[in-house]
């Protein structure tokens, strides 16, 4: 009887750069290589960003999206700087008019849901056409964050939801659709048998430490991302860009992260501090308009001596 040939399986550990050497591979959280990768105006790229959103957003679509092209953006009138220097980094609409931006995001941002559902919001409200012949005929709007930093408490890694009817849970409009990618919480784990989506996600979390791709992305819509993913495919102008970007957002992560080490104590200590003034001063307050000391106390968490105090 003949034996069967048998291939062992690869670890995963094998495809991963070593100790001081470097990916041929761009980081796509760095907003110079996504947009190099998902370039909706070139073929190739375009061809990229098609794979993505079908993939991603396969339970939100009602059909599979053809083609996408750059959307011009509205200007934002809302008279927060803030909000017109926050950027999306792809702004695009599919052929039948749906509005799609995406976010990738290293580090961590306060309110980030409700960033994301101001940033829809302005999909919505741009879309308004001037005089009275408008008749609200507003298209669906898909926005895509995919963050480096943990954003919700649960262990799922994709995060979807749209405005739904309470009552039966179905959906209520399609004009806000909202995806959310943790990729922190990605595991170092990939299988051909793997889904779309878990491909997708274990490519974007390490691509940029791999020295090649796993068998398990031989895909050809993976591999064609990989090639254009490459560093050595980037002009000396992009190159020197994008080292400056990368080196200055992981600068600054290390930096944060050794600060709180660093000075936790310290760090607590000062908070603290804040709350308590706050807290006294809301004190202060009841105190001036005749509340009992024991109710204030109470309702503060200082003791009835700190109360009499103020």
């Not at 059909?63 to 980094?89: C, H, M, Q, W, Y």
């Not at 890694?157 to 943790?182: C, K, M, P, W």
């Not at 080196?247 to 000062?270: C, L, Q, R, S, T």
Request: aromatic share 10%.
């Amino acid at each position: 009887m003949k034996k069967k040939n048998f291939t062992p399986h690869k670890s995963l550990e094998d495809y991963l750069v070593k100790p001081g050497e470097q990916s041929p591979y761009a980081n796509l959280l760095i907003d110079l290589a996504f947009k190099k990768a998902f370039d909706p105006d070139k073929p190739v790229s375009r061809e990229n960003l098609v794979n993505l959103l079908n993939d991603l957003l396969a339970p939100q679509l009602k059909r599979p999206i053809k083609s996408v092209k750059t959307r011009n953006v509205a200007k934002n009138l809302s008279g927060s700087k803030e909000s017109r220097t926050a950027i999306f980094d792809l702004h695009c609409e599919d052929e039948a008019g749906n509005l799609i931006e995406i976010e990738v995001q290293i580090r961590k941002l306060k309110n980030f849901s409700k960033r994301l559902a101001f940033y829809a919001s302005e999909m919505v409200a741009n879309q308004a056409e001037i005089g009275t012949g408008w008749k609200f005929n507003v298209k669906p709007t898909y926005v895509i964050a995919i963050t480096q930093k943990k954003v919700f408490k649960d262990n799922r890694i994709i995060h979807r939801a749209t405005t739904v009817d309470l009552e039966t849970g179905e959906q209520f409009i399609d004009s806000y659709n909202y995806t959310v990618i943790e990729l922190s919480k990605v595991p170092f784990f990939i299988e051909k048998r793997s889904d779309s989506s878990s491909k997708w996600l274990f490519f974007f979390r390490y691509l940029h430490r791999l020295r090649k791709l796993p068998e398990a992305l031989s895909e050809r819509k993976f591999k064609q991302l990989t090639e254009c993913s490459r560093v050595s495919r980037f002009s000396k102008e992009e190159f020197e860009a994008y080292q400056k970007v990368y080196h200055k957002e992981w600068d600054h992560n290390a930096m944060v992260d050794g600060i709180f080490e660093d000075f936790a104590d310290e760090i607590n200590a000062k908070i603290a501090e804040n709350v308590s003034d706050k807290t006294r001063e809301i004190a202060r307050r009841m105190k001036a308009r005749n509340r009992p000391v024991d109710e204030i106390a109470e309702d503060t968490g200082l003791t009835k001596k700190e109360v009499m105090a103020l």
